[in-house]
Structure formats: structure tokens, C-alpha cells
């Protein structure tokens, strides 16, 4: 196992190049199988949540190559139908191979994700919009079991919660289905979008792309010839680079990124009192003159993301006066608010609400990381707390984030990755 060992109180300066969506490259690679020809996918992360997908995409058949952030991906072999325990269990993305496994083969296995630390994640919603497309769908030994031997119908489906992995797995279930499928209360986050322009530009007619109500004609089971995609950057990691920023309170610019899938975390961060210059794909942060605190509910897209809670409640505990953050998507996603306690935090949890009593000075200790985003708020933690902050189970980070201490180095902070 690895730790980070990160010695606080260095300013950062610098830029930094922010990498490919992780979370719109994991349902673009499962799209492939819905591809009749080879595809090649530009600006994709390497880490190991991709690497997983990719694995699993071998599993079933599947040839690939990733090298240098660029996937060829050929999925016409592919013959096996069946996602296993021992792969969906580490991944629960891999959820995204469930339709269309089904609407291109009429029949699949998909290990249940179950749950993970942030919470129970069912996928019920998937299922049920499934079921009305004409799957008969079945849950046996863990696993979901779908079949559509005739293929899958289109219909009209709403989502009683909107669900970023559902509306793009009904995405790739509609573009094959027969006839017509209009998804209403669709999720609205950039990667759905970026699924739905590269299935539309593989030839199916998608009605709505960027609205709550999504209309796509299928193509009765025909597969789809696939473009060349290049992924969309990485809302969340440049969100997170954000905060590194401003936790230390320094100028850094952030390149290759879509200001516009960030805006809520940068009015956010501006309410606390930092400045920003925006072009087209950059943006830099200016030091605040004192940070404010801020009150925070986290909701769907555009509003702020739940996958910047964590790193916003570290931030918070450099703010002069007391922060309120309300987590609304996930009923346990404050595990990282223990760890900064050992930092000394002052944070006072109830339910899924916390309230940050700014300006304790963070002293650093070891702390474990407990998921994605939790670890990276307890490395930003670490990079303003006085000492040393050692953060233990990184295989966490090293899922999302790509060259995490060699960006972060970059910029002047002293971060080292070691063995335990
Ligand atoms: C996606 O997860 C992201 N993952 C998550 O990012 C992100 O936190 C989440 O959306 C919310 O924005 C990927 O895109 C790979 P949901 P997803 O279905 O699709 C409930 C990260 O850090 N729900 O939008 O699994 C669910 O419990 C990860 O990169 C049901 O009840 O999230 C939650 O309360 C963590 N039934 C809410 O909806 C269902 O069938 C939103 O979940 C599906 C979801």
C-alpha cells in the first residue's frame, strides 16, 4: 500500500494542465460496444478507474490499446456477456456496461455494484427504465440478469431522481432500441452531453442533448459507426485544483479546461473572496485578501457538484468565521470531516450536514483516505497544515486523479508518494 507525505505551507505558483473526465470517458468506453467499428478515444486520464473499464471491456472480448491518453478500442469480438463480481466490485461504473451489452446482444450478466463508502448506490432506477423498454430483467446470486431476445423497444420513461450513470445507460439502451425513447428528467452534467453528441455524430438522431428531455431514434439493433471522440476535461479535478489553490492561497492557472462545467464551483470559491481571470480554456485563481465562509447544498448539474463537497469543507477550515455545508446526494459522504478532526478541523457533524468553524490552524498528522474525494480534501488538508500530513490508502486518489503529486509538485508543493 502507499501514502502521500505531503509537508505543509509551501505557496503554489504555476500552472497545470488538467486531464480528460474521468467520469465521461468511463461511459464513452462502454459505448463501444454498441460500435461496429474501431474506435479511437483522445484525452483519457490514466488511472485506474479506466484501466478497470478497460479490463473489463478485454474480459468480454474486446481488443484494446491505451497508450499516452489516447484508447483504440474494438469491441466487434467481443462474445461474452457477462461483468463479474470480482471486476464490477472494485468499479461500480461498471454498471455502464449493462445496456449496452443487452441491446447489442439481447442478453447479459451484470454483477450488482453494491454499495461503497459514500453509500448504498442502487441502481433500481436503471432496471426499472430497463423493464419498460421491454427487458425482463431479474436479480440472482448477486447478479442482474437481463434479457431482451427480441431487442429492446423504445418508450417513454422518467426518472423519479435524476441519475448520472441511469440517463446514459437508457442513452445507449434508446440509440439501438426500436423506435422512438424520450428519457425525461434526464441528468444534465457535461458527460452526458459528451455521450449524447458522440452517439448522435455515430449516426442516431438524439432530440433535447443539454435538456432534462432527451428523444432518441433508434436504430432498431444496427450498430453504430463511431468518430473519433476527444474527452471533455475534468470538471472535478480542476475544481480540486482550485482549492489547492485557494487553501494555500495562491495565484495558479489551470489550463485546457471548460470554464463554463465549472462555474458553480467558481462562484463558490469567488463568494469566499478569491478573484478569477477566465479565457476560453484557462482560468487563474488570485489570492483572497481574507477567506470568507460559505454556506453549501450540493445538488444535480449545473448546481454544485456533491463531488466537491469534500474538498470545500477543507477549504473551509481556513475561513474566518463558520462555513455551512449541506450534502443532499449521499447519505454518507462526510467520512473525510473525521480525518480533518485529526488535523485538528473544528467541524461539527449532523446527519448529512456540517458546520466548519474556520481558522483553526491544521496541524499535520497521519489520516486515512476513505474515498475519491474525500482523499484529495485530505490532501489539500495537508498542504496547509504545519508539519507533515501523511494520508494512507491512496489507491483511493490514484482511481480519479492522474499524476495527482507530480501536478501538484509542479506548482511548488512537496508531496511524496511512499510505501508503507
Ligand atoms: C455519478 O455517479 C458519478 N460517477 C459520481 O462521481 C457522482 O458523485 C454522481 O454521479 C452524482 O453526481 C460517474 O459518473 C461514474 P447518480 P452515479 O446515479 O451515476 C440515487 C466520483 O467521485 N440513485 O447520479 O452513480 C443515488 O443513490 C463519483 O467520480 C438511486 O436511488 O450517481 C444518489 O443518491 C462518485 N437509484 C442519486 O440518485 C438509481 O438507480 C444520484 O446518483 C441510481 C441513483
Known sequence: MYSLEIEGGEKLSGELQVSGSKNSALPLIAST???????????????????????????????TNFDSNRLEINTSKVTKTKA???????????????????????HCEVSLPGGCAIGSRPVDLHLKALQEMGAVIEIEDGYIKAKAPDGLVGAEITFEKKTVTGTENLVMAGALAQGKTT??????????????EVIRDAGVQ???????????????????????????????EAGTYLCAGAITNSQITLTSVEPKHIEATI??????????????DR????????????NIVTAE??????????QFVALATQADGVSRIEERLFENRFMHVNELQRLGAEI???KNYVEVHGLGELRGADVMATDLRASSALVLAGLVATGTTKVHRIYHLDRGYENLEEKLNALGAKVKRIRD
Do not use: H, W
Open 283 to 294: 482560468v487563474t485563481i488570485f489570492p483572497a485578501k481574507k477567506i470568507k465562509p460559505v
Open 267 to 280: 462562484d463558490k470559491l469567488e463568494e469566499m473572496g478569491f478573484r478569477f481571470d477566465i479565457s476560453e
Open 84 to 106: 463479474t463480481y470480482d471486476i464490477v466490485r472494485t468499479m461500480r461504473a461498471s454498471i455502464l456496461v449493462l445496456a449496452p451489452l443487452l441491446a447489442r446482444f439481447g
Open 301 to 310: 448539474y449545473p448546481l454544485f457538484p456533491t463531488d466537491m463537497q469534500a
Open 183 to 196: 428519457l425525461f428528467n434526464s441528468a444534465l452534467e457535461p458527460e452526458v452531453i459528451q455521450l449524447c
Open 348 to 350: 461539527d457533524i449532523d
Open 206 to 236: 438524439i432530440d433535447g442533448i443539454g435538456t432534462e428531455t432527451l428523444t432518441i431514434y433508434g436504430t432498431g439493433g444496427e450498430l453504430l459507426d463511431f468518430q473519433t471522440i476527444d474527452v471533455i476535461p475534468d470538471r472535478i
Open 33 to 63: 460496444i454498441i460500435s461496429k467499428n474501431s474506435v479511437s478515444i483522445n484525452n483519457i486520464p490514466d488511472v485506474v478507474d479506466i484501466r478497470t473499464l478497460v479490463k473489463l471491456i478485454e474480459m468480454l472480448g474486446g481488443e
